[in-house]
Each structure stands twice: as structure tokens, then as C-alpha cells.
């Protein structure tokens, strides 16, 4: 359990300086498959923590809905409700940096681990639309 608090802590962390002002997508898969896509570039001790299955609607991160939900017991996000998708950041830039260095995490890896992801969600959210527009 403590591992999905600490990916909670990496991953809301890495978003909130990848995207200062953004809020965190939690539908629809998107933050499944862009987690699965930026995988390699994720810190070393978290790499092999999360597994994907496939399923009727994609690609889906099987730890995802456990971590979501202690980003928002440890008051990172917002409630990750299904009706809504995206949850709020609640930490700001400073707090983020010192989860980080609470995991040890180098500031320079987790920036780019962070731009990655945002890349990948950006990704995931252009190619829903397009199907969407199909």
C-alpha cells in the first residue's frame, strides 16, 4: 500500500511541474495510456509497479484508480470521481519539489519524466477527439 502513495506522490508531483495550471485527466484512459507510453523515462523503483491490460475500451493501467485515489487521501487532488475527468492539483510547485526529494526522485528526471507524460496525455486526447469526430 505504501508503494501506491508514493506513486501518488511521484506522479501528481511530476504533473503539477510539467503543468502548472493544468488539471490531471482521469477518464476515458487517457492517463492510462500515456502512463504506459511514458513508462521508460518514469524513476527506476516505480518502472515495474504498474501493469497493463487490455481491455473493451483500451489500454488500461491496473494501479491507476488505487493511486488516484491516495493522491486524493493524501490531499494532492481533488475527489477522482467517474462522472468528472479530470481531478484538481491541490499542491503547488514548492510542495511538489519536496515530495520529490522525499522520493529521492532527481529534479531534472522528474521534469522530464513529468513533460513525457504531458506529452503523451496530449496525445491520448487528440486521438480521442479525432475518434470522437469519425
Request: negative net charge; aromatic residues 6%.
Amino acid at each position: 500500500m505504501r508503494l501506491q502513495y508514493e506513486l501518488a506522490n511521484y506522479l501528481v508531483a511530476t504533473w503539477r511541474i510539467a503543468r502548472p495550471t493544468d488539471k490531471l485527466p482521469t477518464s476515458h484512459g487517457v492517463l492510462d495510456r500515456a502512463l504506459e507510453k511514458a513508462l521508460p523515462m518514469m524513476a527506476p523503483q516505480f518502472r515495474t509497479a504498474l501493469s497493463f491490460v487490455e481491455t473493451s475500451i483500451g489500454r488500461l493501467c491496473s494501479e491507476l484508480p488505487d493511486i488516484l485515489r491516495a493522491a486524493q487521501e493524501s490531499y494532492l487532488t481533488s475527489e477522482p470521481n467517474p462522472t468528472y475527468r479530470t481531478a484538481d492539483v491541490k499542491i503547488d510547485a514548492a510542495i511538489a519539489l519536496d515530495l520529490l526529494d522525499q522520493l529521492a526522485i532527481d529534479l531534472d528526471d522528474a521534469k522530464v519524466f513529468g513533460l513525457e507524460l504531458a506529452k503523451r496525455v496530449d496525445e491520448e486526447v487528440k486521438a480521442l477527439r479525432e475518434a470522437r469526430a469519425a
